[in-house]
């Protein structure tokens, strides 16, 4: 099984920042990318930012300049840097690994942290 826990949401005011956390454990064999989700209330799940197992990133168009995906030495640790947040980026912020398990690759869901943009 694999566990994955988000870290770091709060309340900001609109132009400061935050740091997102994102951890993977359990007994797989390699992570194959993580992406960080969002949705806000009524709305659809949006992709944020995408980091693959080659380092290679995604961004969503709303957030291109502005977040930053990134690895920690821990290779199954990802941090998403949000700066300069609007109030549209309020949302449940959810962390996706998509791992393999001895011959199965799933994605793997954690139960999101919460970013509120507010003044």
């Known amino acids: 099984q694999v566990q994955v826990v988000e870290s770091g949401g709060g309340s900001v005011q609109p132009g400061g920042s935050l740091r997102l956390s994102c951890a993977a454990s359990?007994?797989?064999?390699?992570?194959?990318?993580i992406t960080w989700y969002r949705q806000a209330p009524g709305n659809q799940r949006d992709l944020v930012a995408r980091?693959?197992?080659?380092?290679?990133?995604t961004y969503g168009e709303s957030v291109k300049g502005r977040f930053t995906i990134s690895r920690a030495n821990a290779k199954n640790t990802v941090y998403l840097q949000m700066n300069l947040l609007k109030p549209e980026d309020a949302a449940l912020y959810l962390c996706?690994?998509?791992?393999?398990?001895?011959?199965?690759?799933?994605?793997?869901w954690g139960q999101g942290t919460q970013v509120t943009v507010s003044s």
């Open positions: 996706n690994v998509y791992a393999t398990v001895g011959l199965v690759t799933y994605p793997y």
């Open positions: 359990g007994s797989f064999s390699s992570i194959n990318h």
């Open positions: 980091i693959t197992s080659g380092d290679i990133t």
